[in-house]
């Protein structure tokens, strides 16, 4: 019977905000005393714009316990009320700054579930007053409900902070031993749009970072902002529900909900805790609606929309809460997924657009837009190319991958986010300042296995010093894309140098995919200088999946240094064979002596002075004697060191839109080159003479 009042005494408060008038002809109530339950309902309608006067430590630790303090919050709709609770004690943390324990004293709330995520934030104080943010709650949902306030001295604080990112003139792991707490944030939801439920494992395990500790996701259908209610107020005020928002778009919307704890003309201050401690952050502001408060098992949260347009940028997110300034809209990246179904003839286009700092939810967008346009899941190979371009430079980052898999979600939430973390992750990207102006992301599904495997490998004729050779490479595709013969074949050719030594050498055949590198990428590039190095480096170290090395290597006991090579040890040693041959060759001979003890340089002989008597070898030659005399010229063709024989050479093969895998070797014998010597003819009874012209 007790609860049957309760819940009766909640549909009249619900009657009661809808019949209100106009916030201007109402005054503020407040709390009736409880003496039954048959007294209906405990949380009064607050009307009116709310304006409370900060209340700051020194006076907060004065309080009595179990003073009564009242919270304003958003409970059903955009209607504020107030609700009953105590406060307790004030305890010192490890945060910089106090925290104040309360607990929780109306029972209307209570029997809707007690403390919800999307509190956090709502203005605590006496009445009129306000000393802080709900932050904090129990760890467990159960009655009596404990919860924590940051005090309004550190949210006011964060309105002069200084940001890490402000310093770097921007623009806009779990524990390895379990510890329970007994208390947790009273986490801000976040509501994810356009994501199906049997991906929130796979969405959770991507997002496993230790920035998202203090959130919440949850999916919902829809969540796009929507229109304003009939009684929405055009002012903002402690106790407002907000919504910040991270991406907005056709699909994908993901919107964090919580609520305002003071305003400061044109600044305000929410939420009590961060969202994601960013720091310096540029995430839109809307106003929000409350949809009711769901229960939970664990912890129960509010329901909430956003709705309208921005009313304002979040510029701060520390530990304290979050900053943000009304009328100020922040920009964002537009992003565009183009997505091309099998069962189209054209791609389908979706447009979001993603706060910056926020580029982690750049995959989300890209893999969740696959997902929803998607009708089934089905294994099949996806073929993607990414286009990012910047503020920064005219240079466009173009990068394309390849993927088989039995469901493509993940491969495309990996891939998207290894490229645009290349550039976003101030730790990764050393180079320079990079601004997303804008990214394509294009999708193309194709329901064959685009997979095929090396397996042997063929010799067209002999292989010869200074000719070209011909191999042709045999492959086994997957049974979706072979065709009648259920082979592939590829030729290729390989120009053997004329210098490669003769003799049995070891032919192989690798898909680079074994490797996963660009072996012809410079492994010693220097590290890049600028955003258009990034860029070329990044370029540079790309490859395809269809990428196939051939490697001719020789097999010799002469020269240890070559022994066997095979495909591992081939570009590595090419490099080192490289980077000597061209030492060899800028070598003078000076460099083949070593200064003695002490770093001085050896004395060199000089001209004799006056006074001083010539050697032997300085006396001019005697009449008659004959004189060697040096040809510069030949002298330096005798310093330039002898080409060196060389014992290994390769090529490489792309097996278009296939990815390849395998390796095989075999055992082959170069021929020498045949050389032809030039005999002079013989002079006979018919051979032409040559005389010297006459002279006039």
Known sequence: ?????????????????????????????????????????????????????????????????????????????????????????????????????????????????????????????????????????????????????TPIDAMEATLAHHTFGEFLN??????????????????????????????????????????FNNVEFFSRIGGAPAAPPANASSNLSAGDMIGVAIVTGDVVNSIGFGTVTQVYGDKFVAFGHEMFRDGQVALPVYRAVVDGIVPS???????????????????????????????????MIPVTVAYQPVNRRGAVQTHHKVAYGQEWAIPIVAATTL????????????????????????NVYTESFRSI??????????????????????????????????????????????????????????VKQGEEATFVVEMLPHWSAAGRNRKMYREVKLQIPELFISGPATLSIAAATEYGFNPFSDPSAPSPESLDQLIGQLKDR??????????????????????????????EKFFEALSSELLESLRSPEDDQLPPEGGEVPDKEVAPGDGETPDEDDEPPEEGEIVEIIDEEEMMDDLVPTPRPIPITGTGLIVNRFIVTGETEIEIEVQP???????????GPDAEVETEPEVE
């Open 170 to 211: 921007p623009a806009p792991a779990a524990p390895g031993a379990v510890v329970n707490s007994t208390y947790t944030a009273v986490k801000t939801p976040i509501t994810i749009s356009g994501i199906d439920n049997n991906r929130l494992q796979q969405l959770s395990s991507h997002l496993a970072d230790t920035r």
């Open 297 to 331: 098992t664990q912890v129960a949260y509010k329901s909430a929309t956003a709705y309208g347009n921005p009313i304002g940028t979040v510029t701060k997110d520390l530990r304290a809460g979050i900053v943000g300034e009304l009328g100020k809209l922040p920009p």
């Open 1 to 149: 019977m007790k609860r049957f009042f309760v819940l009766a005494g909640i549909a009249i408060v619900i009657l009661c905000q809808l019949s209100c008038s106009s916030d201007e002809e109402q005054a503020q109530t407040q709390n009736p005393t409880i003496n039954s339950a048959t007294d209906g309902f405990v949380a009064a309608p607050v009307v009116g714009e709310v304006k409370l006067e900060s209340m700051y430590e020194d006076e907060v630790r004065k309080l009595a316990t179990k003073t009564p303090i009242e919270i304003i919050t958003a409970i059903e709709g955009t209607s504020k009320v107030i609700v009953e609770a105590e406060f307790r004690r004030v305890q010192d943390s490890r945060y910089g700054f106090p925290l104040y324990e309360c607990v929780l004293t109306d029972e209307a709330v209570t029997a809707m579930g007690g403390l919800a995520q999307g509190l956090s934030g709502s203005p605590v104080g006496t009445h009129g007053r306000v000393f802080g943010a709900l932050a904090y709650g129990d760890a467990w949902a159960k009655a009596p409900h404990r919860f924590w306030v």
């Open 673 to 683: 080159m045949e050389i032809e010597v030039e005999t002079e003819p013989e002079a």
């Open 405 to 462: 898999a039995p469901d493509p979600y993940e491969a495309v939430l990996e891939n998207v986010g290894i490229i645009v973390d290349s550039f976003t992750d101030i730790l990764a990207n050393g180079a320079g300042r990079t601004t997303i102006d804008e990214i394509y992301i294009s999708i193309i599904d194709i329901p064959n296995i685009l997979h095929t495997e090396i397996t042997d490998i063929h010799v067209i004729g002999e």
């Open 371 to 394: 997902d929803a346009i998607r009708s089934e899941i089905s294994a099949g190979t996806i073929e993607a190319n990414v286009a990012i371009s910047f503020k920064e430079t005219k």
């Open 542 to 571: 790309q490859f395809d999946k269809g990428l196939v090395l051939v490697t001719l290597a020789t097999i010799t006991e002469e020269d240890p240094a070559v022994g066997d090579i095979g495909i591992g040890d081939f570009f």
